[in-house]
């Protein structure tokens, strides 16, 4: 096999975070190497995987100069990773890319030549096909989002009010523009923040073809875990913390909105997309699930104490 040499300044850096992959690692590696666009370079990042994911990265490193591979000895989180793989990117243009998923191979040419031609484009992706974990087709997800207009409310308002699953977090994105985020936060769900948050920066484009290919196992840390369970997937240091995502998320919304340039006219109407979001009659409930949660652990952790102070209370009668 000929070895093929890395550039070292790429148009696209690819970003790979990686835990545990090696059921759909391959496929995932032979789609990005497939692509027809082939000024790019793919970082993996290995967060302390512990089964065969080390030897099919080094493998595909071994044969192909534009991947690097990097392992560490502690997983510090899905969060940490997604940022760390950024961090080392080098094109102009980055991508996340899911060791689960896969990609037609004009995937990288369509986004990439949308982005060369329209500097108010700061994402482009396509529409998506979801599969099985055979690969065999289960849909394909064709809701369409205002994400494409020139006013920044409208797009604020659709990536927020609007139900969809964020696959556009694994667009082409302006490296330039994503540098003005807070990337990837430890807490969910932050990819659905960072996507309001570019949203409110530029547009997005979608091709229409079905060119990204989604993966549903139930290995899938959306369908392995509930909602704040998933908290400590982000991050491991949220382990038993008492979580409140829908609180977080209103506020993540409202800084994004405040830390954004924007005129004031489009500043009031995104705070008119956000009284739509809080007047859903889920969110409502939602927000509410976060405070009866929360005094749920609390009581359960006050009746810890409580008989943990009982039972040292007993212990030291009984030793007089």
Known sequence: MTRIVRNDNPRVSIGLP????????????????????HD????????????????????????????????HDVNRGASWNFNYVF??????YFKWHAHDDMLEPTFLERCVAALDHSPRVVLAFSRTRVVDPDGNTLYTYDERLRTDS???SIRFHDLIC??????????????????????????????RILLARLGLLGAFYEAPEHLFISRRHPTQSVRAAKLRARAAWFDPANEGKIVMP??????????????????????RRCYGALLHWIAADLNWARLGNDVVHAARQLSRRALRRIRALNSTTIARRNSL
Do not use: W
């Not at 990686?18 to 666009?37: E, I, K, P």
């Not at 790019?40 to 044969?63: G, L, M, Q, W």
């Not at 993540?252 to 489009?266: F, N, V, W």
């Open 246 to 267: 829908h609180f977080r998320t209103l506020y993540e919304y409202i800084k994004a909105i405040r830390e954004t340039p924007l005129p004031p006219d489009e500043a």
């Open 150 to 152: 020139p006013r920044a």
């Open 162 to 191: 609007v139900g969809h699953p964020c696959f556009q977090v694994f667009g082409v994105i302006r490296a330039d523009v994503l540098r003005r985020t807070p990337l990837i936060g430890a807490y969910v769900p932050s990819d």
């Open 40 to 71: 790019f370079e793919v970082i993996i990042s290995d967060n302390a995987s512990d089964d065969a994911t080390p030897e099919i990265c080094r493998k595909y490193a071994a044969h192909d100069a534009r991947i690097r591979y990097v392992r």
């Open 18 to 37: 990686v835990y545990n992959g090696q059921h759909y690692l391959r496929q995932a590696l032979d789609s990005l190497l497939s692509q027809t666009f």
């Open 87 to 92: 961090g080392l990117a080098r094109g102009v």
